[in-house]
């Protein structure tokens, strides 16, 4: 039994541009429904409000707290 099989390069390219397509399907499906989950919207303003009211840290503090460098 031979240890490598051959496999078309057309085939191939064919694999890798529907892995590509379901992938991009995936990213857009997420957005979709996060934009439609009223909980998610609900919080995306109350920190927008948080945000603007100055109730926020930097980055570098967060980084900080949590010993990321």
Do not use: W, Y
């Not at 979709?32 to 409000?49: E, G, V």
């Not at 009211?53 to 990321?68: F, H, M, Q, V």
């Amino acid at each position: 039994m031979p240890e490598t099989v051959a496999i078309p390069v057309s085939l191939l390219k064919k694999i890798s541009l529907a892995a590509n397509t379901f992938h991009e399907l995936e990213d857009e499906l997420e957005d979709f429904l996060l934009s439609n989950d009223p909980d998610f919207i609900a919080k995306m303003r109350q920190s927008r409000q948080e945000h603007l009211a100055g109730k926020t840290s930097p980055l570098s503090d967060l980084k900080r707290e949590l010993c990321i460098k």
